[in-house]
């Protein structure tokens, strides 16, 4: 599709028309090269890549700027790039992004008759078990030898909103959640999918999700890692392999958490935590540090 698809958006003047595939976000980029993205802010105007960006929505100030410097890239300009941007994932999640597939359930899956399965885009594969209640929306595939609790939902939308004229509104999503093989999501989970059909919500091979826990689209939870119960974990985050997240911890959005770290209870992490580091606190620091500075205090 072009930009010139979408000249029925009153509010937007293309000043160089050019193809894409997606709208997506920085953090959500397609390795082919197809993204359409916006930009607000010129330090982000001033270092985008042309291998990975074939379209901007831009401001007015900006859209000259674009232009002359990346000659390749086609240039749309409107007064909120932010809300037209949102406006052509909408279209696309209701047009491009919306084909349906008859779902793979196998026959050797245990699907409790009080579960809640949609009727497209989902497999689900030998063995895994499906418990009462548990709800399992469209854009899922869960591997084998999996169990899903009672009450968890996974392929939900998450918190993503944008003023749309004038009305604040949640934004759908068009990514997937896939699961792995032998992953274990305990009771009263949420795991939403991705928001662009570029980032998928990923929970590999062996991970342990306890009871309520939150995992935002776009996260990538990778082999063997452990979630304790009351767990939220926000949007693009990446846990490493053999990670153990204690209860009640809260890790922002885009963090790093490296294989084997270990986040104790009810820490708030902010900032990427190094592979086999140990942290704790709000914020979470250093453990022998944490440990230290409440030693101090209690003086």
Not at 105 to 129: C, D, F, L, Q, R
Not at 231 to 240: E, F, K
Not at 264 to 278: A, L, M, Q, Y
Request: neutral net charge.
């Amino acid at each position: 599709m072009k930009l010139s698809d979408f000249g029925w958006l009153e509010s937007l003047t293309i000043l160089r028309d050019a193809e894409f595939k997606y709208a997506v976000k920085l953090h959500s980029l397609s390795e082919q090269g197809d993204n359409l993205i916006f930009v607000e802010q010129s330090s982000y105007a001033e270092r985008l890549n042309p291998q990975l960006v074939s379209a901007v929505i831009t401001t007015p100030e900006l859209g000259n700027f674009l232009l002359s410097k990346y000659p390749e890239i086609g240039v749309a300009v409107c007064s909120n790039p932010k809300e037209v941007f949102y406006k052509i994932h909408i279209r696309l999640v209701e047009t491009e992004y919306s084909k349906k597939a008859e779902n793979r359930i196998s026959e050797k899956a245990k699907i409790h008759p009080g579960a809640i399965i949609a009727s497209s885009n989902v497999v689900i594969g030998p063995n895994t078990v499906v418990e009462e209640g548990a709800i399992i929306k469209e854009g899922v595939i869960i591997g084998e030898n999996c169990l899903i609790q009672s009450g968890t939902v996974i392929g939900n939308d998450c918190f993503e909103t944008a003023i749309i004229d004038g009305v604040q509104r949640l934004i759908p999503h068009a990514g997937k959640v896939i699961i792995g093989n032998n992953v274990v999501i305990q009771s009263m989970c949420s795991i939403s999918k991705g928001l662009f059909p570029t980032r998928d919500t990923v929970i590999e091979d062996e991970v342990i999700i306890a009871d309520h826990v939150h995992i935002a689209h776009g996260v990538h939870i990778k082999k063997r890692a452990r979630i304790a119960a009351g767990v939220i974990v926000a949007g693009y985050v990446t846990i490493g392999s053999g990670a153990w997240i204690g209860p009640s911890a809260t890790v922002s959005n885009g963090i790093n958490i490296g294989d084997n770290a270990f986040v104790t209870i009810g820490s708030t992490v902010v900032s990427n935590v190094n592979d086999s580091d140990r942290v704790a606190g709000n914020f979470a620091i250093d453990y022998k540090k944490f440990l230290k500075f409440m030693g101090q205090i209690r003086k």
